[in-house]
C-alpha cells in the first residue's frame, strides 16, 4: 500500500488502519496457491471438483486489471439465501479472483470461510511467479511483478468486504446473471445450491440508468450502505455520510424505490447537472482525501466517468 495511504490514515478520522487478520488464522491456509483447491493442474489450470466459474453483471475497477472469478462450496452444502440482501455461505466456501495487468498475470486473491457467522472469511493474495505457481503475501506488495498495481494486504481486504453483512463482493442476486456465459455459474443454475430461489432481478430504468446504478452499486455501494455490520472496533475506512448506492432486492421495482435516487440525488449528484455532482468530482480525483473509491485505485476510470456523467446528464431537474 501506497505511502499516502499512510498519510490519509493519520489525517481522515474515517480513514484507519485496517485490523490485523489474527497470524494463526492465516497460517491455516495454504503458502502457494496451487495447494488451495483452485486447480487439480495448475499448469493447465484445470479446475478442480467442485468449482464453479463465475462473473458478477457489474464489476468493480481496479485500474484497467481483468479478472476472472471462481466459487468452490463443499458437498452437500447450501447457501443460506433467506436475506437476499445478505447471503450466508457454508463453511469451507472458497472464493478466488485472479487480477491481470498490462498482459502480467499478477495475483489471485482468495476468501476462505472459515466459521459459521456471516463475517467468519480469512483473505489472502497470492502472487504469480515465472516459475507458474502463486505464493501467498499476506502483507502485499506494490507495484507487484513490475506493473503499476498494489497488491494489498490480508487486513486491507476487510476495508471493502467487511462493509457488507456477507463479506463477499460480486456473488449475490443483484450481481449475478439470470443467464450466465456456458459453463459459468448463474441464477439458473444456482438453484441446487441455495436454501430460498432466487428470482429474476432485472434493474429498473433504461439502458443507461441500469449501467449506472450497476457501476454504483458495484464501485461504491460495499462502503455507502446502511446495512454495514457492527463492530466492537475501528475500521480502516468508515464512510460518515448517509447517503447509499445500494441495491436491494425489494427496492428494483423502480428507480425511485433505489438507495441511490432516494439518497444520493439531492446529495452528491445533482439531476441533470453533472458540473455540480460532487460524485463526479470524487471519481475524477486520487486526492489522498476525496478521490474514490479510496481503496484499490489510483487511476481514474475514464469510461466509469463518462457513464455516470451521462446519466446524470439525462435525470430530470
Known amino acids: 500500500m501506497r505511502a499516502w495511504l499512510l498519510v490519509l490514515a493519520s489525517c481522515n478520522p474515517a480513514f484507519r488502519d485496517c485490523p490485523a487478520i489474527p497470524a494463526p ?15 487439480t493442474d495448475v499448469a493447465t489450470e ?36 433467506a436475506n437476499p440482501d445478505a447471503w450466508n455461505f457454508p463453511v469451507g466456501t472458497k472464493l478466488w479472483k485472479e487480477l491481470t495487468r498490462d498482459g502480467v498475470r499478477i495475483e489471485t486473491r482468495m476468501l476462505f470461510k472459515h466459521g459459521a457467522a456471516p463475517a467468519d472469511w480469512t483473505p489472502m ?23 503499476p498495481h498494489d497488491v494489498p494486504s490480508a487486513a486491507t481486504c476487510v476495508g471493502c468486504h467487511g462493509g ?48 449506472a446504478l450497476g457501476y454504483l452499486h458495484a464501485n461504491c455501494s460495499h462502503c455507502h450502505n446502511p446495512i454495514r455490520p457492527p463492530r466492537s472496533g475501528e475500521r480502516c475506512f468508515d464512510p460518515e455520510r448517509g447517503f447509499s448506492f445500494l441495491l436491494r432486492a425489494g427496492e428494483l421495482d423502480r428507480v425511485a424505490a433505489t438507495a441511490t435516487y432516494r439518497t444520493a440525488i439531492g446529495a452528491v449528484i445533482e439531476a441533470g447537472d453533472p458540473g455540480s455532482s ?40
Open 25 to 39: 488464522r492465516l497460517a491455516e491456509l495454504p503458502t502457494q496457491l496451487s495447494a488451495t483447491g483452485l486447480y
Open 125 to 147: 493474495a497470492y502472487i504469480w511467479s515465472d516459475a507458474g505457481d502463486a505464493v501467498a503475501t499476506p502483507e502485499g506488495l506494490a507495484d507487484a511483478r513490475g506493473t
Open 46 to 81: 484445470t479446475l478442480a471438483p467442485g468449482v464453479h466459474p463465475f462473473t458478477p453483471r457489474f464489476t468493480s475497477w481496479t485500474d484497467g486489471a481483468t479478472k476472472r472469478r471462481w466459487i468452490y462450496l463443499p458437498p452437500e452444502t447450501r447457501i443460506d439465501t
Open 278 to 317: 460532487e460524485i463526479l468530482d470524487r471519481m475524477q480525483s486520487r486526492d489522498r482525501w476525496s478521490g474514490m473509491p479510496a481503496l484499490g485505485s489510483e487511476q481514474v476510470d475514464d469510461r466509469g466517468v463518462e457513464l455516470i456523467r451521462t446519466w446524470i446528464e439525462q435525470l430530470p431537474n
Open 164 to 211: 457488507t453483512p456477507s463479506g463477499v463482493l460480486g456473488f449475490s442476486e443483484i450481481q449475478l446473471p439470470q443467464h450466465g456465459a456456458p459453463g459459468e455459474l448463474d441464477l439458473d443454475s444456482l438453484a441446487p445450491l441455495v436454501t430460498v430461489p432466487t428470482p429474476p432481478n432485472d434493474l429498473p430504468g433504461n439502458a443507461t440508468t441500469q449501467a
